[in-house]
Protein backbone atom coordinates (compact mmCIF):
# COMPACT_ATOMS: atom_id res chain seq x y z
CA UNK A 1 0.00 0.00 0.00
CA UNK A 2 2.47 2.39 1.02
CA UNK A 3 4.73 1.54 -2.14
CA UNK A 4 2.09 2.08 -4.31
CA UNK A 5 1.12 5.23 -2.92
CA UNK A 6 4.74 6.79 -3.59
CA UNK A 7 4.96 5.33 -6.47
CA UNK A 8 1.88 7.41 -7.32
CA UNK A 9 3.66 10.30 -5.57
CA UNK A 10 6.43 10.01 -7.73
CA UNK A 11 5.07 10.09 -10.48
CA UNK A 12 2.32 12.81 -10.10
CA UNK A 13 5.61 14.58 -9.22
CA UNK A 14 7.38 13.45 -12.34
CA UNK A 15 4.05 14.76 -14.72
CA UNK A 16 4.17 18.16 -12.56
CA UNK A 17 8.05 18.15 -13.38
CA UNK A 18 7.22 17.28 -16.94
CA UNK A 19 4.15 19.96 -17.59
CA UNK A 20 6.59 22.71 -15.92
CA UNK A 21 9.26 22.49 -18.51
CA UNK A 22 6.74 22.08 -21.58
CA UNK A 23 5.05 25.37 -20.13
CA UNK A 24 8.26 27.16 -19.51
CA UNK A 25 9.43 25.77 -22.94
CA UNK A 26 6.90 26.93 -24.62
CA UNK A 27 7.05 30.68 -22.63
CA UNK A 28 10.70 31.29 -23.71
CA UNK A 29 10.10 30.45 -27.00
CA UNK A 30 7.44 32.71 -27.46
CA UNK A 31 9.29 35.68 -24.98
CA UNK A 32 12.37 34.82 -28.15
CA UNK A 33 9.83 35.68 -31.03
CA UNK A 34 8.58 38.42 -29.48
CA UNK A 35 12.21 40.09 -29.14
CA UNK A 36 12.67 39.64 -32.52
CA UNK A 37 9.20 40.12 -33.90
CA UNK A 38 8.02 43.64 -32.96
CA UNK A 39 9.06 44.56 -35.97
CA UNK A 40 7.75 42.31 -38.28
CA UNK A 41 4.40 42.52 -36.56
CA UNK A 42 4.45 45.88 -36.92
CA UNK A 43 4.43 45.06 -40.29
CA UNK A 44 2.30 42.12 -40.13
CA UNK A 45 -0.27 43.74 -37.88
CA UNK A 46 -0.41 47.32 -39.06
CA UNK A 47 -4.02 48.25 -39.32
CA UNK A 48 -3.02 51.70 -40.00
CA UNK A 49 -2.13 52.02 -43.78
CA UNK A 50 -0.38 55.37 -42.64
CA UNK A 51 1.87 52.87 -40.78
CA UNK A 52 2.60 50.54 -43.39
CA UNK A 53 3.87 52.98 -45.95
CA UNK A 54 5.85 54.71 -43.11
CA UNK A 55 7.26 51.59 -41.61
CA UNK A 56 7.72 49.86 -45.24
CA UNK A 57 11.43 50.67 -46.25
CA UNK A 58 12.66 51.13 -42.72
CA UNK A 59 11.26 47.87 -42.00
CA UNK A 60 12.58 46.26 -45.10
CA UNK A 61 15.65 47.07 -43.70
CA UNK A 62 14.82 46.75 -40.16
CA UNK A 63 13.79 43.05 -39.39
CA UNK A 64 17.33 42.16 -40.90
CA UNK A 65 18.85 41.65 -37.72
CA UNK A 66 21.09 44.25 -36.36
CA UNK A 67 24.17 42.08 -37.05
CA UNK A 68 23.40 42.23 -40.12
CA UNK A 69 23.61 45.89 -40.62
CA UNK A 70 26.90 45.79 -38.77
CA UNK A 71 27.84 43.35 -41.58
CA UNK A 72 26.55 45.39 -44.42
CA UNK A 73 28.30 48.84 -43.30
CA UNK A 74 32.36 47.93 -43.36
CA UNK A 75 31.14 46.44 -47.11
CA UNK A 76 30.53 49.57 -48.52
CA UNK A 77 33.22 51.05 -46.93
CA UNK A 78 35.88 48.39 -47.93
CA UNK A 79 34.33 48.77 -51.44
CA UNK A 80 34.59 52.45 -51.14
CA UNK A 81 38.12 52.86 -50.13
CA UNK A 82 39.31 50.47 -53.29
CA UNK A 83 37.12 52.86 -55.28
CA UNK A 84 39.13 56.19 -54.14
CA UNK A 85 42.00 54.25 -54.48
CA UNK A 86 41.43 53.34 -58.22
CA UNK A 87 40.75 56.96 -58.92
CA UNK A 88 43.55 58.52 -56.95
CA UNK A 89 45.62 55.57 -59.00
CA UNK A 90 44.30 56.93 -62.44
CA UNK A 91 45.29 60.54 -62.14
CA UNK A 92 48.78 59.79 -61.97
CA UNK A 93 48.97 57.61 -64.77
CA UNK A 94 48.26 61.00 -66.56
CA UNK A 95 51.55 62.83 -66.33
CA UNK A 96 54.15 61.07 -68.43
CA UNK A 97 56.97 59.92 -66.52
CA UNK A 98 60.14 62.62 -66.88
CA UNK A 99 63.39 61.79 -67.92
CA UNK A 100 65.71 63.02 -64.59
CA UNK A 101 68.30 64.61 -67.21
CA UNK A 102 65.85 66.98 -68.59
CA UNK A 103 63.49 69.20 -66.69
CA UNK A 104 59.69 68.93 -66.72
CA UNK A 105 57.18 71.49 -65.60
CA UNK A 106 53.55 71.50 -66.36
CA UNK A 107 51.63 74.74 -68.15
CA UNK A 108 47.57 75.07 -69.11
CA UNK A 109 47.09 70.89 -67.86
CA UNK A 110 50.24 70.35 -70.21
CA UNK A 111 53.50 68.81 -69.10
CA UNK A 112 56.49 70.09 -71.05
CA UNK A 113 59.93 68.60 -71.02
CA UNK A 114 62.86 70.69 -71.40
CA UNK A 115 66.22 69.25 -72.24
CA UNK A 116 69.47 71.00 -72.27
CA UNK A 117 70.97 67.95 -74.66
CA UNK A 118 71.94 69.10 -77.94
CA UNK A 119 70.50 66.73 -80.44
CA UNK A 120 69.51 66.18 -84.50
CA UNK A 121 65.52 66.88 -84.87
CA UNK A 122 65.21 62.92 -85.18
CA UNK A 123 66.88 62.26 -82.26
CA UNK A 124 65.39 65.00 -80.23
CA UNK A 125 61.72 63.53 -81.44
CA UNK A 126 62.50 59.93 -80.51
CA UNK A 127 63.34 61.31 -77.34
CA UNK A 128 60.33 62.08 -76.73
CA UNK A 129 58.17 59.61 -77.99
CA UNK A 130 60.09 57.38 -75.48
CA UNK A 131 58.33 59.55 -72.78
CA UNK A 132 54.84 59.31 -74.20
CA UNK A 133 55.53 62.99 -75.79
CA UNK A 134 55.75 65.04 -78.94
CA UNK A 135 58.50 67.66 -80.19
CA UNK A 136 56.95 71.02 -78.67
CA UNK A 137 53.61 71.86 -80.66
CA UNK A 138 52.72 75.81 -80.39
CA UNK A 139 49.50 76.39 -80.62
CA UNK A 140 49.23 79.98 -79.47
CA UNK A 141 51.11 82.98 -78.98
CA UNK A 142 50.37 82.65 -75.03
CA UNK A 143 52.21 79.11 -75.60
CA UNK A 144 54.77 80.63 -77.58
CA UNK A 145 55.77 83.68 -74.85
CA UNK A 146 55.56 80.94 -71.99
CA UNK A 147 58.23 78.38 -73.62
CA UNK A 148 60.36 81.47 -74.46
CA UNK A 149 60.33 82.95 -71.15
CA UNK A 150 60.66 79.08 -69.57
CA UNK A 151 63.69 78.50 -71.79
CA UNK A 152 65.51 82.21 -70.21
CA UNK A 153 64.24 80.98 -66.66
CA UNK A 154 66.21 77.63 -67.59
CA UNK A 155 69.45 79.46 -68.21
CA UNK A 156 69.54 78.01 -71.73
CA UNK A 157 70.65 81.30 -72.99
CA UNK A 158 68.60 84.60 -74.83
CA UNK A 159 70.45 83.35 -78.23
CA UNK A 160 69.95 79.67 -78.23
CA UNK A 161 68.00 78.00 -80.62
CA UNK A 162 65.47 74.96 -79.44
CA UNK A 163 63.89 72.46 -81.87
CA UNK A 164 59.98 72.52 -82.35
CA UNK A 165 57.74 69.96 -83.66
CA UNK A 166 57.34 71.71 -87.20
CA UNK A 167 58.55 70.11 -89.59
CA UNK A 168 57.96 69.54 -93.44
CA UNK A 169 60.53 66.50 -94.22
CA UNK A 170 57.67 64.00 -95.35
CA UNK A 171 56.75 66.90 -98.54
CA UNK A 172 58.45 70.09 -98.74
CA UNK A 173 56.04 72.97 -97.63
CA UNK A 174 54.01 70.55 -95.99
CA UNK A 175 54.50 72.42 -92.54
CA UNK A 176 53.33 69.50 -89.93
CA UNK A 177 53.49 69.48 -86.02
CA UNK A 178 55.19 66.52 -84.85
CA UNK A 179 51.97 64.71 -84.20
CA UNK A 180 51.17 64.84 -88.23
CA UNK A 181 48.93 67.76 -88.30
CA UNK A 182 49.20 70.01 -90.94
CA UNK A 183 49.33 73.60 -90.17
CA UNK A 184 51.12 75.52 -93.09
CA UNK A 185 51.29 74.78 -96.67
CA UNK A 186 53.93 76.65 -98.60
CA UNK A 187 56.95 78.46 -98.34
CA UNK A 188 57.47 82.14 -96.51
CA UNK A 189 54.14 83.00 -98.68
CA UNK A 190 52.29 80.59 -97.47
CA UNK A 191 49.53 80.45 -95.25
CA UNK A 192 47.62 79.07 -92.30
CA UNK A 193 45.58 75.98 -92.57
CA UNK A 194 42.78 75.44 -90.15
CA UNK A 195 43.78 78.69 -88.06
CA UNK A 196 46.52 77.29 -86.56
CA UNK A 197 49.05 79.58 -84.62
CA UNK A 198 52.79 80.07 -86.14
CA UNK A 199 55.48 82.65 -85.46
CA UNK A 200 57.21 82.62 -88.95
CA UNK A 201 58.61 86.00 -89.34
CA UNK A 202 58.58 87.53 -92.82
CA UNK A 203 60.85 85.69 -95.01
CA UNK A 204 60.06 82.38 -93.83
CA UNK A 205 60.01 79.54 -93.99
CA UNK A 206 62.54 79.74 -96.98
CA UNK A 207 64.06 76.35 -96.84
CA UNK A 208 67.25 78.24 -97.74
CA UNK A 209 69.88 75.83 -98.83
CA UNK A 210 73.05 78.18 -99.51
CA UNK A 211 75.64 76.03 -101.99
CA UNK A 212 75.31 72.50 -100.94
CA UNK A 213 73.49 72.74 -97.90
CA UNK A 214 70.95 69.89 -97.11
CA UNK A 215 67.53 71.69 -97.12
CA UNK A 216 65.76 73.54 -94.24
CA UNK A 217 62.80 71.06 -93.12
CA UNK A 218 62.45 71.42 -89.34
CA UNK A 219 61.46 74.44 -87.29
CA UNK A 220 63.75 75.96 -84.28
CA UNK A 221 62.53 78.58 -81.90
CA UNK A 222 65.05 81.42 -82.21
CA UNK A 223 65.52 82.45 -79.09
CA UNK A 224 67.11 86.07 -80.08
CA UNK A 225 64.21 87.03 -82.05
CA UNK A 226 61.67 84.81 -80.19
CA UNK A 227 60.17 83.48 -83.56
CA UNK A 228 60.83 80.77 -85.92
CA UNK A 229 62.74 79.30 -88.44
CA UNK A 230 63.23 76.30 -90.87
CA UNK A 231 66.56 74.68 -90.22
CA UNK A 232 68.61 71.93 -91.19
CA UNK A 233 67.07 68.66 -89.26
CA UNK A 234 70.76 67.60 -88.43
CA UNK A 235 71.71 70.16 -86.46
CA UNK A 236 71.82 69.94 -82.86
CA UNK A 237 70.05 71.63 -80.42
CA UNK A 238 68.35 72.02 -77.11
CA UNK A 239 64.81 70.64 -77.26
CA UNK A 240 61.12 70.95 -75.67
CA UNK A 241 58.70 68.36 -75.31
CA UNK A 242 55.27 68.02 -74.97
CA UNK A 243 52.34 65.48 -73.37
CA UNK A 244 49.15 66.65 -75.22
CA1 LIG B 1 51.16 72.95 -77.18
CA1 LIG C 1 61.62 72.60 -96.21
CA1 LIG D 1 65.11 79.22 -92.84
Redesign the pocket.
Given at each position: MYSSTHADILTAVARFIVLFCILLAASCGRIGYETLAPVDSGDGGVDNPADVQGDASPDSEGPVPPGNDQAFDPEPDEDAEPEDSDTSDSQPDAPPECDPACSCTLY?E?TYMFCAASRTWDEAAAHCRAFDMWL????SQE?QDWVYQHVIDLGFGDRSRLWLGANDQAVEGEWRWHDGELFWLGGADGSPIGGLYNAWPEGNPDNWTGGDLPEENCAELRMQLNDWNDYRCNATYRYAC?H?
Open positions: DHVRIDEEY
